[in-house]
């Protein structure tokens, strides 16, 4: 049984800095790529971040390029979402997931049950 767990979230001024966990269980992921997620309130689910396990290669929208930093760690199984400069519109559900990684487009199969971020003015 696959499992996804997000761990991290909290209230932070703006400018201030998290980092996520995802700690993922139930298979091999080396396979995969694992990506981030947010939706805030009355808004649309938006990708963050993504990383190939097997490559370690990233990628990010320019909406946090330059600020969000994600990585994993193969002996914990885990990923990172390192958040800095962190601002109001940051505010949201953070959703970790993962699909199978063809390289050629990712359909999210996993997803974690979400953790709350909250950026202060």
């Known amino acids: 049984q696959v499992q996804l767990v997000e761990s991290g979230g909290g209230l932070v001024q703006a400018g201030g800095s998290l980092r996520l966990s995802c700690a993922a269980s139930?298979?091999?992921?080396?396979?995969?790529?694992m990506g981030w997620f947010r939706q805030a309130p009355g808004k649309e689910r938006e990708f963050v971040a993504r990383?190939?396990?097997?490559?370690?290669?990233?990628y990010y929208p320019d909406s946090v390029k330059g600020r969000f930093t994600i990585s994993r760690d193969n002996a914990k199984n885990t990923v990172y979402l390192q958040m800095n400069s962190l601002k109001p519109e940051d505010t949201a559900v953070y959703y970790c997931?993962?699909?199978?990684?063809?390289?050629?487009?990712?359909?999210?199969?996993?997803w974690g049950q979400g953790t709350q971020v909250t950026v202060s003015s």
């Open positions: 139930g298979r091999t992921f080396s396979s995969y790529a």
């Open positions: 997931a993962a699909a199978r990684d063809y390289g050629l487009g990712y359909a999210y199969e996993y």
């Open positions: 990383i190939r396990w097997s490559s370690g290669s990233t």
